[in-house]
């Protein structure tokens, strides 16, 4: 539906225009360049005609959720238990609501970084990852389970993971890594220029906050450009899997 508004070979050409197309090998050498201003300022320009798309990528994200819920919550018999469900009942309904939410959000995530890259993509690429999801499923247990251990070694470790691995989900979908090596590629480049990273992260956080606080008629702005300021700092430091 969005796709009727953009110019692709404007967008195409961008990235090669500034030379911003990192690549796997290039991001773990840390041969990148990365800027703040500059990478949210390139979000903010052009998340101007994708706000659509990414909203119906939101909206189909929320119904899947609630679908998935639903299902989870028949199945497993915590909707029928009349509010005297067992543990064994709750933690089968949780982890089936957890691990299909995996593919959901990496598709979210794609939807920025294609977006970022001037490629084809519409809402529905939500909904395109499901056929990853078991390495998506390890990918995130295993950042949980390390961040959680980081936290509990005097917490800075855990926080210089939690920005670390950044890229650990869009790596396993979009340049089809394996779990470990995505979390290690995402470690290796992220870490040449951590601080950055953490202040990039901050603002997005911060541009959020403000977006929900002004009556959450800002999200309407602020999503959109969280997500597609995510994918131009995705392809400046690890391009396109097309892309030597």
Known sequence: MSDMYKAPQAELTNGEEHGDFGSVEKGIAGDYSFSISE??????????????????????????????TVVAGFITGV???????SFT????????????????????????IKIARGED????????????????????????????????LLVLPGIYLMVAYL???????????????????SRKAVTKRWFSFLGFL?????????GFLAV???????????FIAIGVAY????????RA
């Not at 706000?51 to 929320?62: A, D, E, S």
């Not at 939500?126 to 936290?151: H, S």
């Not at 901050?202 to 403000?210: E, F, P, S």
Request: proline fraction near 4%.
């Open 39 to 68: 990478t949210v300022s390139e979000g903010w320009r052009l998340s101007k005609g994708k706000k659509r798309t990414v909203w119906l990528g939101i909206l189909l994200y929320v119904i899947a959720l609630i679908a998935i």
């Open 79 to 85: 909707f029928t238990a009349e509010g005297d469900a």
């Open 89 to 112: 009942q709750e933690l089968i309904y949780n982890l089936i609501t957890t691990i299909i939410g995996f593919p959901l959000a990496a598709g979210m995530t794609m939807i920025g």
């Open 121 to 152: 993509t519409s809402g529905t690429e939500v909904l395109a990852y499901f056929d990853k999801i078991v390495p998506l499923v390890i990918v995130n247990f295993l950042m949980a389970i390390f961040i959680f251990i980081g936290l509990l």
């Open 167 to 185: 890229f650990a989900i869009p790596l396993v979908v979009d340049q089809n890594l394996g779990p470990w090596q995505a979390l290690e590629a």
């Open 202 to 210: 901050i603002l997005l956080l911060l541009i959020g906050l403000a």
């Open 216 to 226: 959450l008629i800002g999200m309407i702005w602020a999503l959109p450009l969280l």
């Open 235 to 242: 392809r400046k430091v690890f391009g396109s899997p097309h």
